[in-house]
């Protein structure tokens, strides 16, 4: 199985605040990639997918980059809605296996 | 619109048997994969495997190999993930979630259930 390694696991920011997230996977994966948000007792939502590019409806202020086996999501400016945990996943062969997760949180 | 709905949270005694819904609605139910992912209480996503309803092929994780059953009822647009003998650790939180049709052959999740929590407690 292809290892998902995100960092950080916790980040704490405030409203306005650029944050960057990592992903790491333990092989090359190309750019079959996806990032998803979920809030407490939600599913998850799809944000980025083959490593950069935006699903419909996600604003502008996301974004992804990367590709082989480093990539990062980024929010340009945080807004309240984004406090929620990111998950990574790769998709480039199965299992599709997911990043353990990086809680954002308000400062 | 593209609606996943599964069933409803359910408490088991360890040992029993359990089969779970996923009923789809809003695209063609044979032409995309359905997959399960778990969470556990306070943990991360944990893929688990998929089945693609046209034909019910499946993929597991190694680590629910054997462990759980996939299946799909084309006359019903409903997918089903059954376990028959329960352990505490199943408790968890399950999602359904389709995976997205691309050019390209594979795909992340698009869509997804609402989540179903299985507490499995004596």
């Known amino acids: 199985d292809v290892q998902m390694t995100q960092s950080p696991s916790t980040l704490s920011a405030s409203i306005g605040d650029r944050v960057t997230i990592t992903c790491r996977a333990s092989?090359?994966?190309?750019?079959?990639l996806a990032w998803y948000q979920q809030k407490p007792g939600k599913a998850p939502k799809l944000l980025i997918y083959?490593?950069?590019t935006l699903e419909s409806g996600v604003p502008s202020r996301f974004s992804g980059s990367g590709s082989g086996t480093e990539f990062t999501l980024t929010i340009s400016s945080l807004q309240p809605d984004d406090f929620a945990t990111y998950y990574c996943q790769q998709y480039n062969g199965y299992p599709y296996t997911f990043g353990q997760g990086t809680k954002l949180e308000s400062k | 619109e593209v609606q996943l709905v599964q069933s409803g949270a359910e408490v088991k005694k360890p040992g029993e048997s359990l089969k779970i819904s996923c009923k789809a609605s809003g695209y063609s139910f044979t032409s995309y994969w359905i997959g399960w992912v778990r969470q556990m209480p306070g943990k991360g996503l944990e893929w688990m495997g998929i089945i693609y309803p046209g034909d019910s092929d499946t993929r597991f994780s190694p680590s629910f190999q054997g462990q759980v059953t996939m299946s799909a009822d084309k006359s019903i647009n409903t997918a089903y993930l059954q376990w028959t003998s329960l352990k505490a650790s199943d408790t968890a939180v399950y999602y359904c979630a389709r995976r997205a049709i691309t050019v390209a052959g594979t795909s992340p999740f698009d869509y997804w259930g609402q989540g179903a929590l299985v507490t499995v407690s004596s």
């Open positions: 083959k490593a950069s």
């Open positions: 092989r090359t994966i190309s750019t079959w």
